[in-house]
């Protein structure tokens, strides 16, 4: 086990450093350059000096894979470097905004969990019938609905039948719960519904391939409740590819979020990203997706490190 | 090889593709998958409202009426209208031709791009198709929505862009789906047999390997149309896609539409019932067509 979890931590170097690549250079396949594409986003009269100038302050007058090592460096250290935009510390800025995103991620994965599985597995009993149909097309709508749509439907609601609107300001979880849930139970509710019909049509199929195996078939020859099949035989069985699709979809929440925190106005990483997208901000955007990507592959191999815990059929050498 | 295949094996392998009309087909299609068929229509009538837009739209959508605005949904507006007085029925049957029209091109071209590099990768094999699979996998390991709003940052916005920037991120997912049924198709007596007549890589590729990964390349376009609409939506919605005035639904929903929720919430409801309603149409569609063609990927 320890050697399995040595290699894997080594094997996500490279793909690290390839992602690294990926991203730097994906930057910079810009017609002409960063900093004269910003400032023509401005549509702003810049002169040739202040260019220069602010080419220099950013580095970009080095030599190409000069620039890179001087990033690579910085992010090993956990240094992404200063935004073009506002000049301010980059990693300072994903700190402060890491907790909401984060919090608004497990909530959505906690309400797709409690939605997911008893709907998936109750489709999959009742196949064909018009339970499973219902489940199966509430899952494909899931699918259809935009988050944020469904995130200003939820708005629409509260304030007509309600006329009250979730608050406005971000209040941390530990100075007051009520106020913190209050706020971003909604952009979780919305994110969490779709999140739950992709991981509802894998319970669904999972549970079905499960229970035609021998096994359940044993089981229900000697009688046994029908609860305690499910529980121990089937559920327990089909829950492997349900947990690497749910932990998939977690590390893709990130983005999910998005376009979901702009309608509900959370200050998180998804508005950080669009803010930096509108603003041509390159080093802000880079340290983003690169934040991103490295979020999915430590997911992955949480995934794998899981599967060898939970299922003994999968051996590590 | 294909000689010292015993011949029944080679008729079997020929009784697999039948030769089926097309008419065949959509009947068998209708009657087997009516959900399916019903995503098709559904899918039908929104390239309808895209094409026939001019026709069918009872006013201009980029019209301004200010003695009109956000009038409630009547017979003179049959969805209300906007904070400008533009007529949302209107719009939404112009923001179908934007939809299809991202949705289409981002399809066709995303899939079969993606599906030449598939193939190619399969064909050559061994360290082409290594590093090719590898630069790959590093684009799968982003959302969808995050590479291609850094495909917008160094694009920009507009119809074009938008097309390109939400392309790019399906194509490796295609390359990936086409590459694993072009590996077995590799191994097939007639591409030994093209090799054997010498033709050159490309003409096998392209003439004797491609058509026959028809089956998933469908199931991806499908796929993808569904995609591409949402995440052409997702981009208007941010400001980050289709440009004002240009009538899309994304747009629509963007600003007023949250803004004045509870006074025209018209304004909210509408644009994205036809996001969704399309959306879902293509992934109905698209499951049925996947059922059909390939019983093998029904579970994923």
């Known amino acids: 086990m320890t050697s399995f979890v040595v290699k894997r931590l080594l094997l996500m170097i490279p793909t690290l450093i390839s992602v690294a690549v990926l991203v ?5 396949i810009v017609p002409g350059d960063i900093v004269a594409l910003r400032f023509q ?13 602010e080419r220099q302050r950013l580095g970009l007058d080095q030599p190409i894979w000069k620039q890179f090592l001087v990033w690579g460096g910085g992010l090993l250290r956990g240094d992404f470097g200063t935004s073009m935009w506002t000049g301010a510390p980059i990693t300072e800025e994903l700190r402060l905004r890491f907790a909401l995103s984060l919090q608004v991620a497990v909530m959505s994965t906690i309400i797709a969990v409690l939605i997911a599985i008893p709907l998936g597995v109750l489709a999959a009993l009742r196949q064909d019938t018009w339970v499973d149909y219902a489940v199966r097309i509430a ?14 439907l939820f708005i629409l609601f509260l304030l007509v039948v309600f006329h009250w609107l979730p608050p406005m300001v971000y209040t941390p979880f530990w ?5 913190n849930l209050a706020q971003l139970i909604w952009p979780a509710l919305a994110v969490g519904y779709r999140y739950s019909a992709v991981a509802t049509r894998m319970t669904r199929s999972a549970m079905l391939e499960v229970l035609r195996e021998d096994y359940i078939r ?19 069985n089909a829950m492997l590819p349900v947990l690497t699709i749910i932990a998939l979809e977690f590390a893709f929440l990130l983005g999910g979020l998005v376009v979901t925190e702009q309608v509900f106005n959370l200050n998180g990483l998804g508005q950080l990203f669009v803010d930096a997208v509108a603003h041509r901000d390159y080093t802000l955007i880079q340290a983003l997706v690169m934040l991103v990507a490295f979020v999915f592959i430590m997911v992955n191999f949480f995934v794998d490190l899981a599967y060898a815990l939970i299922d003994p059929r999968i051996r590590y050498r | 090889m294909a000689l010292d295949r015993p011949l029944e094996d080679v008729v079997a392998l020929a009784d697999l593709t039948p030769e089926r009309s097309v008419k065949d087909g959509v009947v068998d299609f209708v009657r087997h998958r009516p959900l399916g068929a019903i995503g098709a229509a559904v899918v039908l ?15 201009d959508p980029v019209a301004t009426d200010y003695a009109a605005m956000l009038s409630r949904p009547s017979l003179a507006h049959w969805l209300g209208t906007d904070a400008f007085g533009r007529d949302v029925l ?9 939809a299809m029209l991202v949705g289409f091109a981002v399809a066709l071209v995303g899939a079969t791009v993606g599906a030449v590099i598939g193939v190619t990768s399969a064909y050559f094999g061994g360290r082409i198709d290594l590093a090719i699979q590898r630069v790959m996998d590093i684009f799968l390991s982003f959302p969808l929505i995050i590479l291609a709003l850094a495909m917008v940052s160094i694009l920009g916005t507009g119809l074009v862009n938008v097309i390109v920037a939400i392309m790019i991120p399906l194509i490796p997912r295609a390359s990936l789906v086409t590459r694993s049924s072009a590996l077995a198709i590799r191994e097939m007596p007639y591409v030994d047999a093209a090799r054997a007549a010498g033709y050159r890589h490309r003409r096998i590729i392209l003439r004797h390997m491609l058509p026959n990964v028809m089956a998933p390349y469908l199931i991806m376009l499908t796929a993808f149309l569904g995609q591409a609409i949402l995440l052409e939506a997702s981009l208007s919605f941010l400001g980050l896609g289709v440009a004002e005035p240009t009538p899309a639904w994304g747009l629509m929903l963007r600003g007023a539409a949250v803004q004045f929720a509870e006074t025209a919430p018209w304004m909210a409801v509408f644009p994205g019932l036809a996001i969704s309603l399309a959306v879902f149409a293509f992934n109905l569609f698209g ?7 390939d019983p093998r990927l029904r579970t994923q």
């Open chain 1, 41 to 53: 986003g401005e549509s702003s009269f810049a002169s040739k000096e202040s260019l220069a100038i």
């Open chain 2, 287 to 293: 499951d049925s067509l996947r059922d059909a063609l």
């Open chain 2, 90 to 98: 209107s719009r939404i049957l112009y923001g179908a031709r934007t």
């Open chain 1, 175 to 179: 100075v007051s719960p009520v106020q």
């Open chain 2, 45 to 59: 009538l929104n390239i309808l409202a895209g094409v026939f837009a001019g026709v069918l739209a009872p006013y």
């Open chain 1, 139 to 152: 899952s494909i709508a899931g699918l259809a609905t935009p988050s944020f749509w469904l995130g200003i």
């Open chain 1, 24 to 28: 730097f250079f994906l930057m910079r």
């Open chain 1, 218 to 236: 044993t089981a229900r020859a000697k009688g046994l409740w029908q609860q305690l099949i499910l529980s121990r035989h089937a559920l327990k």
